[in-house]
């Protein structure tokens, strides 16, 4: 879930990290896998696969931690002033859209249930379902509160476009307009350092910020049920998953 930090030039209640952090700690995500994907999938941590030597492990995704997400809502100011069951700052409540990509069923499911899980905190949660162009647009003027998307990544990958500052206003992918000076310098060294030894430990660092900010909060991975016939030779486990046509390493049946 990305959560945006700026709508019409002004703050939005996820400038806050203390408030994006918050919302990590409500969303159970073990829940979300084991009730909407049936198992098949694990926590995201970051925008690095754990079996890329980009991520670091010493870093594990935040706990379901609903006491410790309504101190953080307190500490930035939020509390239930008119008891109305939603926490609320200076009269205005909690609240906000989640835009998503009213096609996908999985994502309706996930939306539900967090929606509950945010309800019991005192969070609301409106759904905002919407077709991929109106997603498009949304997505370029940055006019939304927050929103779910998918992002690939491979053994190394490149988070410039999509975290970077300078791809707030440009056609880069960082739609929620999120800023970091300490994350750039590390993108930008990380990029320009040929030497392995020397570039993990830059994106590694980049991932602790990350992780401390929580611009997004990271669902999950996706994993797959596939059943391979017999016959099929070259069927191997890679750190990318299985090399079923995917990766440039040839399946074949042999000549009987």
Known sequence: IGWNQIKDNKPTIFADKRVRQA???LTDRERLIKDVLLGYAEVAISPFSPTSKQHSSAINPMPYDVTKAQALLKEAGFSDSNNDGILDKAGQPLEFKLMYLQSNEDTQRIVLLLKDLYAKAGVRLIPSP?????????????????????WTSGIETDIYQMFHGSQTKTQGDNFISYQNAALDALIDEARRT????????????AEAILHEDQPYTFLFRRQNLL???????????????????????ENYVPTP
Do not use: C, H
């Open 23 to 25: 919302m990590t700690l």
């Open 130 to 150: 919407q077709e991929w162009p109106v997603m498009l647009e949304s997505l370029d003027k940055r006019s939304f509160e927050a929103i779910t998307l998918g």
């Open 194 to 205: 040929v030497d392995e030894a020397k570039r993990m430990p830059l994106w590694q660092q």
């Open 227 to 249: 059943f391979i016939d017999k016959r099929i030779r070259n069927v191997q486990m890679t750190k990318s998953g299985l090399n079923d046509g995917m990766l440039p390493l």
